[in-house]
């Protein structure tokens, strides 16, 4: 009788809360990119007018975010992987090219990729969106090879040897075993990376991609109020990165198989 009084929330597992976190923090940034500029024509002038245009501009920003932090994920693990290779030719590539975006400014990443990188490969056309998502994702993966490559160094070298000795082979062994445990111990700074690319893709700015950062710089340059201006844009950072932030925690959590975190 208590079981069937009791809550149902109160019987899902730690498992099932976080899954829930994450898909009512994705439905809450889906719903605020799509109503956002409802809210907006409520706020004082230059606000109220240019709300449309704030709502363009963070629907940019969310798509600079997810395109290149899919991608930079990718490439991290390309990356990682070719770190600990055993085949030296690998091994330089990919610490060549983590030292070159770890050791230059993400600003110029950005206007290489957009006025450089055309030159030097006349076959590849870009536009500012695809050039912003194209160094975004390459500076992003660059940190994302790095926590990776700490996971996989992490994992015990007894988990590998213990695979091995029940017969599966290497692909098997890393597949099965090295990789989930390198990829849950790679989670946070992982997810970290990912929040700080919302950030990051305000520097999209510099090449004409209409993100909101350049919606704010546009309209107080029209109308000379930059209180408001900045003040929205900042509050329009704010929250999406509380929400992203709010989906890693949960995608943590998922993963704690142990119960570390509370």
Do not use: H
């Not at 109160?10 to 809360?17: G, H």
């Not at 994992?155 to 390198?182: H, I």
């Not at 990912?194 to 029209?222: F, H, M, N, P, W």
């Amino acid at each position: 009788m208590e079981r069937l009084l009791s809550p149902w929330p109160m019987q899902w597992s730690r498992q099932q809360r976080s899954s829930a976190t994450m898909i009512s923090a994705a439905v809450l940034i889906l719903i605020a990119l799509w109503l956002m500029a409802t809210p907006l024509r409520w706020a004082p002038e230059p606000i109220g007018s240019n709300a449309q245009y704030f709502a363009e501009g963070t629907r940019v920003t969310v798509q600079l975010t997810v395109i290149a932090g899919v991608a930079g994920l990718l490439l991290g693990v390309i990356a990682a992987l070719g770190k600990v290779s055993r085949v030296p030719p690998l091994r330089w590539l990919a610490s060549l090219y983590v030292w070159v975006m770890r050791g230059t400014p993400l600003l110029l990443q950005v206007l290489f990729a957009f006025f450089a990188l055309p030159e030097l490969v006349p076959a590849l056309k870009l536009n500012e969106f695809s050039a912003a998502c194209l160094a975004l994702a390459f500076n992003v993966g660059a940190y994302n090879a790095e926590a990776i490559r700490a996971g996989l160094l992490a994992v015990p070298k007894g988990q590998m040897e213990a695979a091995r000795s029940l017969g599966l082979n290497r692909w098997y062994t890393f597949v099965d075993v090295t990789f989930p445990q390198a990829f849950k111990i790679s989670l946070p700074p992982l997810v970290n990376n990912i929040v700080s690319l919302l950030k990051d893709s305000s520097l999209a700015y510099v090449i004409g991609v209409v993100e909101v950062s350049l919606v704010s710089t546009r309209i107080q340059a029209a109308t000379f109020q930059p209180v408001p201006c900045y003040v929205t844009t900042a509050a329009i950072y704010l929250i999406f990165t509380t929400l992203m932030t709010q989906i890693s925690n949960a995608v943590e959590r998922r993963f704690d198989v142990e119960g570390k975190l509370a």
